[in-house]
């Protein structure tokens, strides 16, 4: 059964530095790998996903993520922080063996201060 | 493209009682999935539908249950509430036909309290 793992439950950084929000996962097929934001009272907004191809992906508001198939990591990173970007992210996997649940890590939620 | 709606957006219930949420997929989605939203399980995969049948289910009890209708919304219902169903239940739509690689796409979300 697949599985993703974000160790850290908040990340503090200030506004202007980079970011990075930690995942790992395991699956038994090939892993699909999504990134989403929570804002407050609201439903999950989809940030970007590796499918295939390139370990660098990119997404929306200057997100991207490395896949690091050694590592089973999907970390998500940004190079300057906004205090926009303060809210709840999910790290989600999928295994590529045919119309899987998607499967989500407890969340983590980014702090960025002025 | 109009996004997902989820109807109501709050609701307040009282232990024993059932309800019935709603979810409208985005147009040309065939595929909705439930997720069920807690501070202490965190998001958990309900169940999904594809064309009016069950394709996927969680770990939940009998007491959750759903369906979907040939425009492709979807409804949950469950029966009995208990205080522990007190979440945020978050639906989700996606085309359906392309597999494991597809993008879901998220509601706001109906909160229930259960008194």
């Known amino acids: 059964a697949q599985s993703v793992a974000q160790p850290e439950d908040q990340v503090n950084v200030a506004e202007g530095n980079p970011l990075t929000v930690k995942c790992t996962y395991s699956v038994s097929g090939n892993p699909y790998l999504f990134w989403y934001v929570q804002y407050p009272n609201r439903g999950l907004q989809f940030l970007l996903k590796y499918i295939t191809g390139d370990n660098l992906v990119k997404g929306s508001y200057g997100f991207e993520a490395e896949f690091n198939k050694s590592q089973t990591s999907f970390h998500l990173k940004k190079p300057s922080a906004l205090v926009s970007d303060s809210a709840l992210y999910f790290c989600?996997?999928?295994?590529?063996?045919?119309?899987?649940?998607?499967?989500f890590g407890t969340g983590t939620r980014l702090l960025v201060s002025p | 493209k109009a996004g997902v709606t989820q109807t109501p957006r709050y609701l307040i219930k009282t232990r024993g009682q059932q309800v019935t949420l709603s979810c409208s997929p985005i147009?040309?989605?065939?595929?909705v999935s439930w997720y069920q939203q807690t501070p202490g399980q965190g998001l958990q995969f309900l169940f999904e539908y594809f064309s009016e049948t069950q394709r996927n289910k969680g770990n939940f009890p009998g007491r959750f249950s759903g369906r979907q209708f040939s425009n492709s919304r979807s409804e949950m219902n469950v029966s009995t509430l208990e205080l522990g169903d007190s979440a945020l239940y978050l639906c989700?739509?996606?085309?359906?036909?392309?597999?494991?690689?597809?993008?879901?796409?998220f509601g706001p979300g109906t909160r229930l309290l259960v008194l």
């Open positions: 147009s040309g989605h065939r595929s």
């Open positions: 989600a996997v999928r295994d590529g063996t045919g119309f899987q649940k998607l499967v």
């Open positions: 989700a739509s996606s085309l359906g036909t392309s597999g494991d690689s597809e993008t879901q796409y």
